[in-house]
Nanobody, 127 residues
Framework: QLQLVESGGGLVQAGDSLSVSCAAS????????MGWFRQAPGQEREFVAS????????SYAGSVEGRFAISRDNGKNTVYLQMTSLKPEDTAIYFC????????????????????WGQGTQVTVSS
């Protein structure tokens, strides 16, 4: 089993920046591609960003591309999501997730590829 614990969420104003992180434990972190999804009130969970096992490949949702950056530190078993120019529509619970893929290049955008999920961290952006 892989345990994922998110941290760093909070309340910010539109235009601000915020970074959330996810600490993994229980299995070899570098054997997982990682992703971030989010779920706003009354809406379905949606893809935000993902990163391959080595960190060489990343994928982003169109709504966040150019504003958000995903990164990972395999030595610290942690994945990060740096968010800039935040908008009220970015308000959501942000979930960290892990994909136990054999591929070193996959950075999936599909929820069904992910095997482990954290509990989420709330990000609220006020206008």
């Amino acid at each position: 089993q892989l345990q994922l614990v998110e941290s760093g969420g909070g309340l910010v104003q539109a235009g601000d920046s915020l970074s959330v992180s996810c600490a993994a434990s229980g299995r070899a972190f570098s054997s997982f591609a990682m992703g971030w999804f989010r779920q706003a009130p009354g809406q379905e969970r949606e893809f935000v960003a993902s990163i391959s096992r080595s960190g060489s490949r990343t994928s982003y949702a169109g709504s966040v591309e150019g504003r958000f950056a995903i990164s990972r530190d395999n030595g610290k078993n942690t994945v990060y999501l740096q968010m800039t120019s935040l908008k009220p529509e970015d308000t959501a619970i942000y979930f960290c997730t892990a994909d136990s893929t054999f591929s070193t290049q996959r950075a999936s955008t599909h929820e069904y590829d992910y095997d482990y999920w954290g509990q989420g961290t709330q990000v609220t952006v006020s206008s």
